[in-house]
């Protein structure tokens, strides 16, 4: 995938670039597969805010992904098409009973190539469990949990390695540098995520990402001091004279707030040590 950059028409358009949709093969999606996104503003079940700046947006319809295919499927690319829910692109595949799926589209899938999922079959975006994967080899959509689906490794441009092999579980060096302990019969599948040149689209304008459903972030240190910790004050210089925090007052910048302690014994090296060493 190349990037294509916009005519300087306007000042927003001067440094605009966008994505050039020459590997997707049909506009027309399958609508046995689609489903309308509900717009939920970054609310929970119970109507609070959770996440910040979301809302609006054009409206999507995300298609459904097969994340867990069965033992022995084998199918063919019929179309590399486009997604607005993901990053990536997806993948139309066709078994031999006529059952359509898609799936995540790995780099260097073309059409009429045959995908694989089984025990056997190593070959570029076939899916293996890591038992059968050979040490060293690079591999996206991986299962946290065998059966449950690739959960993760799933964004544009994103891929693991597989570093070793002790016993009932396999060692994986996520994209985060973090090194995480697999079980051997989790599945995932060879090569990496598609559309690698995601990571270097420049959105160049606000309504742009408006369109994107994502709403303006404001400082906190230009609010009042009723909406804000670092708010408040005479208009002066604001210097660094508390630790950041939100508009809650939980710490950020280097707070943990990692909850789930069940999952550390599965990390071997965290992502931050591993930034550490380089």
């Known amino acids: 995938m190349a990037i294509k950059p916009y005519k300087p028409t306007t000042p927003?358009?001067?440094?605009m670039t966008s994505q050039d949709f020459d590997t997707i093969t049909t506009k027309k999606p399958i609508k046995s597969l689609l489903v309308a996104k509900k717009q939920k503003s970054?609310?929970?079940?119970?109507?609070?805010?959770?996440?910040?700046h979301r809302g609006g947006g054009a409206k999507r319809y995300i298609r459904k992904v097969n994340f867990n295919l069965p033992e022995d499927f084998s199918a063919t690319i019929e179309h590399i098409e486009y997604d607005p829910g993901r990053s990536a692109r997806i993948a139309r595949v066709r078994e031999e009973n006529g059952t359509l799926h898609y799936i995540v589209a790995g780099s260097g899938m073309k059409i009429g190539q045959v995908?694989?999922?089984g025990k056997t079959g190593v070959a570029a975006n076939n899916r293996l469990p890591l038992s059968k994967i050979p040490v060293g080899s690079v591999i996206y959509a991986i299962e946290l949990q065998p059966g449950r689906g690739a959960q993760c490794v799933r964004a544009a441009g994103a891929r693991a390695q597989l570093t070793a092999r002790e016993d009932d579980y396999a060692m994986v060096r996520m994209p985060s540098g973090e090194v995480r302990r697999f079980r051997v019969d989790c599945m995932a599948s060879l090569g990496s995520v598609g559309n690698e040149q995601h990571q270097n689209i420049k959105v160049g304008s606000a309504?742009?990402?408006r369109r994107m459903g994502i709403r303006p972030t404001v400082r906190g240190v230009v609010m009042n001091a009723a909406d804000h910790p670092h708010g408040g004050g005479d208009g002066g210089r604001h210097g660094p004279g508390k630790p950041p925090r939100t508009p809650w007052g939980q710490l950020t910048l280097g707070y943990k707030t990692r909850r789930r302690k069940s999952t550390d014994k599965m990390i071997v090296r965290t992502r931050h040590e591993a930034k550490r060493k380089r």
């Open 12 to 15: 927003a358009r001067r440094k």
């Open 42 to 52: 970054g609310r929970n079940n119970t109507g609070r805010i959770t996440v910040r």
């Open 115 to 117: 995908i694989k999922s």
């Open 207 to 209: 309504g742009r990402k």
